[in-house]
Nanobody, 120 residues
Framework: QLQASGGGLVQDGGSLRLSCTVPGKIFRIDSTAWYRQAPGKRRELVAQISRDGATNYVESVKDRFIISRDRAENTVYLQMNSLRPGDSAVYYC????????????????WGQGTQVTVSS
């Protein structure tokens, strides 16, 4: 269901914006988190936004990354600025997704990863 996109190759100091969305109008994204996993490393929580908009970031991305939600587009974004080679990883979104037809939420839904590569 969840679709993550926006990854790519950028130079040190560059920017990218990742998107996490659910196609169609019958599902709604609620609480959402972005994770990343570099080769040989554990998956790491990068940023999260609660249903009411509260945000939280891992220390290494504070003041560089911004997580936000566009309810009209049913999309959560991760704006990544001042990217560093250490940010290179596959980025995944994880969200609670509500089926508006029945009012039930499926927690812990994962999107496919999107590769972010920052060259030095």
């Amino acid at each position: 269901q969840l679709q993550a996109s926006g990854g790519g190759l950028v130079q040190d100091g560059g920017s990218l914006r990742l998107s996490c969305t659910v196609p169609g109008k019958i599902f709604r994204i609620d609480s959402t988190a972005w994770y990343r996993q570099a080769p040989g490393k554990r998956r790491e929580l990068v940023a999260q936004i609660s249903r009411d908009g509260a945000t939280n970031y891992v220390e290494s991305v504070k003041d560089r990354f911004i997580i936000s939600r566009d309810r009209a587009e049913n999309t959560v974004y991760l704006q990544m600025n001042s990217l560093r080679p250490g940010d290179s990883a596959v980025y995944y979104c994880n969200a609670d997704v509500m089926d508006l037809r029945v009012g039930l939420t499926r927690s812990d839904s994962w999107g496919q990863g999107t590769q972010v590569t920052v060259s030095s």
